[in-house]
């Protein structure tokens, strides 16, 4: 049976959901930016993600993207809405005021239609929606996916995670299970609360795991030891494994820094430690990385790219910021190449005067002392002689 679905949202998990449902049914996705609408059905997406480009572009999908709301959703079976929720600093909290202004002229203009929350929020707040709508069709799945391998990760995924009880969840499940026509993913059923815990604890273990390899990181440094032996000598312990062990400049992104400060908030009178030492780790590993920069006294130092990973122009909450605003409070020069910055303004929490933008990468190697790069890429390989980076594997995964 051929369903209609409206995906609200053009990030990367809606444009990762809605590519992996269009084989099958008939698509619509919706954002309010005219030009993202424009170049999707021009078959052009707006993030990186090569492998989901090539699906675009090859496959024979019904699919088509429209700024108009209602048109997508008064029809649909099942609308996925896939919106950002923001972390706000001062409240500790996730901004949910455009999801749920979504949810209910959603439930308004198609109460029937099965609702799912893909955005991640707190824990509660699909429980608290479904009693303000008065309604059993608003289910929570949260989403796992990688920026860059959104739409590989959705075809593959881990394991699926529905927060719901009844017919809605029933059919939700059945819905994915077909798409990724995969009878060994486990599908698992839970309370809408629970799923959202399930979020939170999994990014948190994520960026727990990565605090871990750079405070090991840090210590090989401190004491001169190899990392990459270290490293490779504990991982290959199949309890702990080869991944998600590269050094870096510590976690950021727009997942791990956000959901792990809604976990450490939640926890209130709960014992904890463990979960604010991944804080703490992360702001310590970029004051411990300052200090290792400064004992080399560069006069001026570079930024090769504010971006989290390669392959990626996304530089939300990106770990490079706690270096940058460690460098700034003490009156460092810093110089910024990045292709994808056009403006200052662009920048998250620099003030304009404390970077300037270098766009030519000739002059920008030629200025800087040091050069801080979080992974390296084939273009500032060749100057590996200026480069500071704790990038010992190349790989994200």
Known sequence: MQNKISVIGMGY??????????????????????????????????????????????????????????????????????????????????????????????????????????????????????????????????????????????????????????????????????????????????????????????????AMRVSFFNELDSFCIDNNLNTKDIINGVCLDKRIGQFYNNPSFGFGGYCLPKDSKQLLKRFQSTPHHLIQAVQDSNQARAKFLVDKILVKKPKIIGVYKLSMKQGSDNSRGASIFNIIEELTSRNVNIKLYDPSIKNIEKIENVEPGEITIIKDLKKFIEVSDLILVNRIDDDIKPFSEKVFSRDIFSSDD
């Open 13 to 206: 998990v809606g444009i990762a959901n809605a590519l992996l449902l269009a084989k099958m049914h008939e698509v619509s996705i919706v954002d309010i930016d005219l030009q993202k609408v424009n170049d999707f059905n021009n078959k052009k997406l707006p993030i990186i993600d090569l492998f989901a480009q090539s699906y675009l572009e090859d496959n024979e999908l019904n699919i088509s993207a429209t700024i108009n709301l209602h048109e997508s959703i008064k029809d649909a079976s099942f609308i996925i809405l896939a919106l950002p929720t923001n972390f706000n600093e001062q409240t500790q909290d996730f901004d949910v005021n455009v999801l749920e202004e979504i949810v209910l002229e959603t439930a308004d203009v198609n109460p029937d239609a099965i609702i799912v929350i893909k955005s991640t929020v707190n824990i509660g707040y699909t429980q608290f929606l479904k009693e303000k709508i008065n309604s059993k069709n608003l289910i929570f799945s949260p989403e796992f996916l990688r920026e860059g391998h959104a739409l590989e990760d959705n075809l593959k995924p881990s394991r699926v995670i529905i927060g719901g009880e009844g017919q809605p969840s029933i059919l939700y499940g059945e819905l994915v299970a077909k798409a990724i026509n995969n009878d060994s993913v486990s599908i698992i059923y839970m309370h809408t609360n629970a799923a959202e815990s399930v979020k939170l604890f999994s990014n948190t273990y994520l």
